[in-house]
Nanobody
Framework: QVQLVESGGGLVQAGGSLRLSCAVT????????MGWFRQAPGKDREFVAS????????YYSDSVKGRFTISRDNAKKTVYLQMNSLKPDDTAVYYC????????????????WGQGTQVTVSS
């Protein structure tokens, strides 16, 4: 099976930055898409960003566009989420996921999920 492990979460003040990592182990496909989702208390899990594993295509939610950057290192089989200018509304558990189709924003489009990493932004 594919295993995903997120790391890099923590506490940060508003305006600060964090860099999340998601390491992928097990059998993977070079064409698989990597995505980031987040879930805040009392809210549904929402799409944050995604990147094609075999190319430079990236997608972002409107709420994070211009502040967050998704990237990948195929040699390390790791996807990253650089989060800048963090706001209290960014506070959530962040999950990485693997799916077969680029550009999908729905949870149902992803087959494997990590356990999540907590990001807390204080004001």
């Amino acid at each position: 099976q594919v295993q995903l492990v997120e790391s890099g979460g923590g506490l940060v003040q508003a305006g600060g930055s964090l860099r999340l990592s998601c390491a992928v182990t097990g059998r993977t496909f070079s064409t698989y898409v990597m995505g980031w989702f987040r879930q805040a208390p009392g809210k549904d899990r929402e799409f944050v960003a995604s990147i094609s594993w075999d190319g430079p295509l990236t997608y972002y939610s409107d709420s994070v566009k211009g502040r967050f950057t998704i990237s990948r290192d195929n040699a390390k089989k790791t996807v990253y989420l650089q989060m800048n200018s963090l706001k209290p509304d960014d506070t959530a558990v962040y999950y990485c996921a693997v799916g077969p189709v680029v550009g999908v924003r729905s949870q149902s489009g992803y087959d494997y999920w990590g356990q999540g990493t907590q990001v807390t932004v204080s004001s």
